[in-house]
Nanobody, 122 residues
Framework: QVQLVESGGGLVQPGGSLSLSCAASGSMFSILTMGWYRQAPGKQRELVAH????????YYADSVKGRFTISRDNAKRTVYLQMNSLRPEDTADYYC???????????????WGQGTQVTVSS
């Protein structure tokens, strides 16, 4: 019903920047929030940032505050993550997430992208 298509990711040097994007496709759904999670080897998946679609309010994990910026385009159903001052500790698989309500049922579901690798290394 809902698919998330990510773009971006790659290798960047410490202190560098990288931008990720994620577009939601499908029909008969409304987005409540979109955001980004990440998972490093041996660690649990953690929330990095999300944005509430109705008013643009945001949440950031303490580890990325002041360095990452999340934004959204309501019309395009797309969320972006601008990552600055990247550190080796930011290395992980990054997953796009959407909380969406299906029009047919009125139920809320979580959807996930395929993941994109971000590697911060010199």
């Amino acid at each position: 019903q809902v698919q998330l298509v990510e773009s971006g990711g790659g290798l960047v040097q410490p202190g560098g920047s990288l931008s990720l994007s994620c577009a939601a496709s499908g029909s008969m759904f409304s987005i409540l929030t979109m955001g980004w999670y990440r998972q490093a080897p041996g660690k649990q998946r953690e929330l990095v940032a999300h944005v509430y679609y109705s008013d643009g309010s945001t949440y950031y994990a303490d580890s990325v505050k002041g360095r990452f910026t999340i934004s959204r385009d309501n019309a395009k159903r797309t969320v972006y993550l601008q990552m600055n001052s990247l550190r080796p500790e930011d290395t992980a698989d990054y997953y796009c997430n959407a909380q969406a309500v299906l029009s047919a049922s009125g139920n809320e579901y979580a959807y996930w992208g395929q993941g994109t690798q971000v590697t911060v290394s010199s």
